[in-house]
């Protein structure tokens, strides 16, 4: 996996360099790169590695986006909160994903539960019936959300994983307006650090049944 992002990120940045190359093109582009990197391999395979993607470009006086699966990018502006993101992995194995909530995290319960919806959500994963994610095959660049904004309606704007963005949807623990504040006042390191605390009082997920303690957590702060 690190590997995986490290390339698909930097060709992403490349094929991005030229402000009048879509989000989406540029992303297929990126997508298609990193696969010829590995010609001899099955690619097709369901545990291929696979990312999300959550992009912000600014050009031209607007804001450009395109989220893939469910790391979002969240923009402030005058008249509230906008949060882009792609929940549709959550509608697929509704079944499955009981099951995981239904035990406590670091038990045998939990593992053999997640290992099961991992396996299957892998079967479904870039397919009209499932969910998509940035994979192989360059045509999931296809189905990601894309849209403009006017640069001059934003004042700020936050791209973060759903490690992140769980403080709010998942935990309840704070809202956009607190964490836009937090990331003005001590920026994404001060925000992590509250994402971790939160996630301290609730080793086991009893109180907010999820995957694993705590998942991987990135933010980027832009602000004019």
Same mark, same amino acid.
């Given at each position: 996996?690190?590997?995986?992002?490290?390339?698909?990120?930097?060709?992403? /940045?490349? !094929?991005?360099? @030229?402000?009048?190359?879509?989000?989406?093109? *540029?992303?297929? &582009? $990126? #997508?298609?790169?990193?696969?010829?990197?590995?010609?001899?391999?099955?690619?097709?395979?369901?545990?291929?590695?696979?990312?999300?993607?959550?992009?912000?470009?600014?050009?031209?006086?607007?804001?450009?986006?395109?989220?893939?699966?469910?790391?979002?990018?969240?923009?402030?502006?005058?008249?509230?909160?906008?949060?882009?993101?792609?929940?549709?992995?959550?509608?697929?194995?509704?079944? /499955?994903? !009981?099951?995981? @909530?239904?035990?406590?995290?670091?038990?045998? *319960?939990?593992? &053999? $539960? #997640?290992?099961?919806?991992?396996?299957?959500?892998?079967?479904?994963?870039?397919?009209?019936?499932?969910?998509?994610?940035?994979?192989?095959?360059?045509?999931?660049?296809?189905?990601?959300?894309?849209?403009?904004?006017?640069?001059?309606?934003?004042?700020?704007?936050?791209?973060?994983?759903?490690?992140?963005?769980?403080?709010?949807?998942?935990?309840?623990?704070?809202?956009?307006?607190?964490?836009? !504040?937090?990331?003005?006042?001590?920026?994404?390191?001060?925000?992590?650090?509250?994402?971790?605390?939160?996630?301290?009082?609730?080793?086991?997920?009893?109180?907010?049944?999820?995957?694993?303690?705590?998942?991987?957590?990135?933010?980027?702060?832009?602000?004019?």
């Amino acid at each position: 996996m690190p590997w995986y992002v490290a390339h698909l990120g930097g060709y992403l /940045l490349a !094929a991005l360099a @030229e402000p009048d190359v879509s989000l989406s093109d *540029g992303l297929a &582009e $990126a #997508l298609s790169r990193v696969a010829a990197l590995h010609p001899q391999c099955d690619l097709s395979n369901p545990g291929t590695p696979s990312a999300t993607v959550a992009i912000l470009r600014q050009r031209h006086g607007v804001l450009d986006h395109l989220v893939l699966a469910d790391s979002p990018v969240v923009l402030d502006g005058r008249d509230g909160f906008t949060v882009i993101t792609d929940q549709r992995v959550d509608d697929v194995l509704p079944d /499955l994903r !009981a099951e995981v @909530e239904r035990h406590e995290t670091h038990t045998a *319960g939990h593992r &053999e $539960a #997640l290992q099961s919806l991992v396996l299957a959500q892998r079967e479904v994963r870039n397919t009209p019936d499932g969910y998509w994610v940035a994979g192989a095959d360059p045509e999931s660049a296809r189905h990601g959300l894309t849209g403009t904004t006017k640069l001059d309606e934003v004042r700020s704007a936050a791209v973060m994983s759903d490690g992140v963005s769980r403080l709010v949807t998942e935990y309840g623990m704070a809202t956009w307006d607190e964490v836009f !504040a937090t990331l003005h006042a001590g920026g994404p390191r001060e925000l992590i650090e509250t994402v971790r605390k939160v996630e301290a009082t609730d080793p086991t997920g009893i109180r907010w049944p999820r995957y694993k303690s705590g998942d991987d957590a990135t933010v980027a702060f832009c602000q004019w």
